[in-house]
């Protein structure tokens, strides 16, 4: 089973000796794996413990994200305008309510 990598993956492995298996995916299979990729990235986010290690996850999972929104022809740019009128209209997360 394989999994989709960042694009110097290949590269990196042919720089150790080995010869790389891969193939570029279609649009839907892209969408697909991204959204795979960015359910892992998010779960070892949750599992990383130390607070560099939640800065290395926390950057994959901005690198995911922005290759998701690309798909659909955002930027990230676009991703904060709408956090932020989201914010303005329910609030954020700072408050730490937890609803019963």
């Known amino acids: 089973?394989?999994?989709?990598?960042?694009d110097r993956i290949p590269e990196?492995?042919?720089a150790s000796g080995r010869?790389?298996?891969?193939?570029?995916?279609d649009a839907d299979a892209y969408e697909g794996a991204l959204h795979d990729k960015l359910a892992e990235e998010a779960r070892e986010l949750r599992e990383s413990?130390?607070?560099?290690h939640v800065l290395e996850e926390a950057a994959d999972?901005?690198?995911?994200?922005?290759?998701?929104?690309?798909c659909h022809g955002y930027t990230l740019d676009d991703v904060r305008r709408k956090a932020e009128?989201?914010?303005d209209e329910r609030g954020g997360f700072t408050d730490r309510i937890w609803l019963e």
Do not use: H, N
């Not at 089973?1 to 960042?6: P, T």
């Not at 010869?19 to 995916?25: S, V």
């Not at 999972?61 to 690309?70: D, K, P, S, Y």
């Open 49 to 52: 413990g130390s607070p560099e």
């Open 19 to 25: 010869t790389p298996d891969t193939r570029q995916l």
């Open 12 to 14: 990196i492995i042919r």
């Open 85 to 87: 009128e989201k914010r």
């Open 1 to 6: 089973m394989g999994k989709l990598v960042r």
């Open 61 to 70: 999972v901005l690198e995911v994200l922005t290759a998701v929104v690309a």
